[in-house]
């Protein structure tokens, strides 16, 4: 079973999803080192979106929330990949800048899918999301894809 | 992570935001926003540098908006702050941007025509560029505008295409506009109400309509609203062949009052920190400059510091023509290099009086000031002694 997504930046990230109901500001609202959110009152306050499979509507606020998304890609804290409701010129601008992969679905559809922290495999090559289904046999990232992606592959059909 | 800054990234970038057919203008001038340390920080900082060290240059001329410090005045700030906006501006020579410093780019460093394709960000700049001179650019952001100063083309959306520069809605405003509080204050007004739309605008009183009038109308719609583009009656080049929306929303000065109050209050009587008058938000050009010290002709003194932000080119016009020295005698500052985001004014408790709308907009919500609004006149009439 997958999702379809539409592919921006393309490449494949793994991580637990990390679902925004509200806009996110890299700049200001989250921290440069850590990737923890710190806006005031948002719903993801405390949490950190380092190596998460992060869900958003979309961006919000300054514009120098790209350097930031760059800025975390090269600390290593920055999500592992982005999924947004719609492409804005902020946080896409940052992943492409970053080479994180990005992607644009319908956000309700996803929080109907799957739940908030699963463990999830963005596929933004094929334009597939999908669950981690065979991490407890303990297989390497490169053969995990692709045997998933078949796996997907397959479910996809039926 | 590897640095994979090459052309292919920032045309991504370009792509990604055009949906549909991914067409393209080779555009001849570019102006980049995002220079201030105090604005993209580390993180931007850090970028820059990255990018200096790609081998990527600008293909089209290339000036910056301002920083956050005066580079002939260092210890007015943190060193820190001081050496961080250096390296900012060193990269950006290294790329090959023109070391403007200035938002008012179309004045000297970066001068466009009529008709020229250009990538710009900053939108007081982008409104004059479209607006005043009739040239065409859309509301490109800091990374945008780079992209396209990297590629020597940007996307052909939005104002490069005939439909994306029609009005959609129609302002008429009613009444007197005195000074250039007036007008920012209706430049403001008309940003919340029009949203992304762009205006058409009719002036039924048009016995003040001056450059530097205009100026502030354009930079404080540029706040509140998101068009790039006023269509002013009487002003902006092919407006009597536009086709003008059918419903007119008239705007009069009770509209300007309410909107005055949000951005400006009282003064406390016993301020904690220092009061300061702040002008120069768009940087003044060199008449703005004549016409301030016009003003100050009958004045001794003033009792409170008075700073006044410009281009680097019209800060030396200043000094060539003596005014800048019989600026200082009565407590005038002149400021080049920053813009009124200042770096001593960050965490600082001073009290901002300023004509500019835009200005008191980011002092009171960036910055955390208390801001009252006043043209340079009533500010000449309180303050000025003697």
Redesign the interface.
Known sequence: MFLRVKVVNEGVAKGPLLISSQPISFFGGVDLETGIVVEKNHPLEGKSVSKKILVLPSGKGSTVGSYVVYGLAKKGTAPSGIIMGKVDSIISAGAILAGIPLAIADIRKICSFFKDGEVIVLDAKRGRLYRETLKEYGLSPNIFFEASNTFSRYSGKV | ?????NEQ?FK??LD??QTGKKEYVRISSAHLS?ISYL??????L??LEDLSRSGLRFKVKTTINPGCVDFDTPMECDPKVFEKQKKIVDSLKAIGAIESLTCTPYLFDNVVKKGQKIAWAESSAVLYANSIIGAYTNKE????ALASAILGYTAKSGIHRGKGRRPKIFFEHRGELNDELDYGLLGYAMGLRAGAKIPYLRLTNTRNLYPAYLKQLLASFGTSGGAPLIWIEGVTPGFSKVRKPRRKIVLDKHELESVKETLSEELPSNPNGKIVFITGCPHYSIEEIENLNEALKNVRKLSVEAWVFTSRTVYLEALRRGLSENMSEKGVRLFKDSCVMYCSLKRSDACIITNSVKAAYYLRNSFRLRTVLKSFNEFVNTYGVG
């Open positions: 992570m590897k640095t994979g800054l990234v991504k970038i990604s935001l995002g604005n993209i920080g580390d993180a931007g850090e970028f952001g800091s990374l945008t």
